[in-house]
């Protein structure tokens, strides 16, 4: 008797009425046409070719001072010369730059005017005495 591989899990799947069809096992949304199945070969040769070349270079004997993968030469470049490629320049985008480059500054000038204007106004009613000496006050 031959011997017969077990179905696949597909196969064995049942639709369930509490639950949709996954997109993988639905046969509606499943393309299985040529050109797409030639590109899905393509696109596998390329990354193993890729990834061949790499375990080549990482198991060599006499291995070179840097091991080049281009995908993380593309993913360093992304992170570190295109820093800002989504930023843009909006009215939002420049009040909120105001409100946290300049809020701050004038917050701690009224605080200290306030604080200034206080002390002298007591000093003129005479309810506070200023030493003569004070560098700060």
């Known amino acids: 008797m031959a011997w017969a591989p077990p179905p696949s899990a ?6 369930n009425r509490f639950v949709s069809l996954p997109a993988e096992l639905d046969p509606a949304t ?4 040529p050109e797409k199945l030639r590109a899905e ?3 596998l040769a390329i990354r193993s070719r890729l990834k061949r070349q790499y375990l080549l270079q990482l198991n060599d004997p006499s291995p070179p001072a840097v091991i080049e993968n281009p995908a993380l030469i593309r993913w360093v470049h992304a992170k570190s010369q295109n820093v800002y490629p989504t930023f843009r320049l909006t009215p939002r ?10 809020g701050p500054l004038l917050f701690w000038i009224f605080v200290l005017k306030a604080d200034r204007d206080r002390k002298e106004k007591r000093i003129q009613e005479g309810k506070l005495k200023r030493s ?4 700060f006050f």
């Open 41 to 43: 070969t393509e696109r």
């Open 10 to 15: 597909a196969k064995l799947y049942r639709p």
């Open 132 to 135: 003569p000496f004070s560098v």
């Open 30 to 33: 499943f393309d299985t046409s």
């Open 93 to 102: 985008t420049s009040f909120l730059g105001a409100v946290y480059g300049l």
